[in-house]
């Protein structure tokens, strides 16, 4: 069965960095597109980036874009998000998540890592 | 960039209940739109692609309609597990502010 499993998160301080990864099984890793989503304590959802299956296309919310890399590694199937110049504004649950087959929605998700970004 | 906004924010209802939650784009999406559920703690769970597609899995009282800018959710009768967050999403993008489905 499919499963994401995302790792990385903690408490760190404003202007630090923090690098998110995100462990996917049970499905052929390398053909789907791969997005990172938040959800700051008590909101709504918040699409923050998403790779196409080579890595030849990503794209950023325009909140995160500039400190914010999506990166994959296929051999791995593993998914990577290195957040740089971290604001108490980024403090949430991120999770990884596959796009379905017919791309630009989520059919699977993992559980959710909490960042928090406070002095 | 087109916005997303649902309603009602929150709902109160009873179990047996028809239940219908609107979601209306800034600017036409096509069809190009999916709703999730989610419950307090867990990660979101598609439930219909496509605005009309149903998702492998998930039960038929759950349909969805609507094209261009305006779209429903419809849970025909409401069961115990259906009390939660339901988020509407434009494809490659935002995500509705979510409707809180209550126990009345």
């Known amino acids: 069965q499919v499963q994401l499993v995302e790792s990385g998160g903690g408490l760190v301080k404003p202007g630090g960095s923090l690098r998110l990864s995100c462990a996917a099984s049970g499905f052929t890793f390398s053909d789907y597109y791969m997005s990172w989503i938040r959800q700051a304590p008590g909101k709504g959802l918040e699409w923050v980036s998403y790779?196409?299956?080579?890595?030849?296309?990503?794209n950023y919310a325009d909140s995160v874009k500039g400190r914010f890399t999506i990166s994959r590694d296929n051999a791995k199937n593993s998914l990577y998000l290195q957040m740089n110049s971290l604001r108490a504004e980024d403090t949430a649950v991120y999770y990884c998540a596959r796009e379905g087959p017919l791309k630009g929605y989520f059919d699977y998700w993992g559980q959710g890592t909490l960042v928090t970004v406070s002095s | 960039d087109i916005q997303m906004t649902q309603s009602p924010s929150t709902l109160s209802a009873s179990v047996g209940d028809r239940v219908t939650i609107t979601c209306r784009a800034s600017?036409?999406?096509?069809?190009?739109l999916a709703w999730y559920q989610q419950k307090p703690g867990k990660a979101p769970k598609l439930l219909i692609y496509k605005a009309s597609s149903l998702e492998s899995g998930v039960p038929s009282r759950f349909s969805g309609s609507g094209s261009g800018t305006e779209f429903t959710l419809t849970i025909s009768s409401l069961q115990p597990d259906d009390f939660a967050t339901y988020y509407c999403q434009q494809y490659y993008g935002t995500f509705g502010q979510g409707t809180k489905v209550e126990i009345k």
């Open positions: 600017q036409s999406i096509s069809s190009w």
């Open positions: 790779i196409s299956s080579s890595s030849s296309y990503t």
